[in-house]
């Protein structure tokens, strides 16, 4: 489990650095063309985020049992809480409010996530970008590829 944990750790450090990598580069007007299609992978990148939340929601506070009761799912989340402060992870209150931030900030990377569809519809309505731009990515691939 360390090893994932690591893992997730490195993905995360590389994403914001790819991120601010990407903030510099659609600052400068050369590369403006190449907006649509750096707007799809960001796309990509949102909605992969926002499952990242979901994914999270579901490792702190594990889906209920058929026929479980909400309390039971809280209690049973609580004991087996990772790293647990104290050695009692949180409250069911707690738990609730931490699913429903994670379930706010998934909802706000899937609005995040429309807008840049919508840019990128509206700048490819405005321009012919280059040739080798125009195939929706496929990060899935990508990463496969890589790793």
């Known amino acids: 489990m360390e090893r994932h944990g690591e893992h997730l750790r ?43 939340c979901l994914g999270a929601a579901r490792s702190l506070v594990p889906l209920c049992e058929p026929h479980e009761r909400v309390s039971h799912r809280f209690a049973r989340a ?30 706000s990377l899937h609005a995040a996530r429309r807008a840049c569809a919508r840019v990128g519809e509206l700048l490819l309505a405005t321009m012919d970008a280059p040739a080798d731009t ?13 790793g």
């Open 10 to 52: 490195q993905h995360a450090l590389a994403l914001a650095s790819a991120a601010e990598q990407v903030a510099e580069a659609a600052g400068d007007t050369s590369s403006a063309t190449y907006l649509p299609a750096a707007l799809a992978c960001i796309e990509q990148t949102l909605e992969s985020l926002s499952r990242g």
């Open 78 to 107: 609580a004991r087996a809480w990772p790293a647990a402060r104290g050695g009692t992870g949180p409250s069911h209150e707690r738990q609730a409010q931490l699913l429903a931030s994670l379930d706010d900030a998934g909802a």
């Open 134 to 146: 125009e195939a929706r990515p496929s990060l899935h691939a990508a990463s496969a590829a890589s």
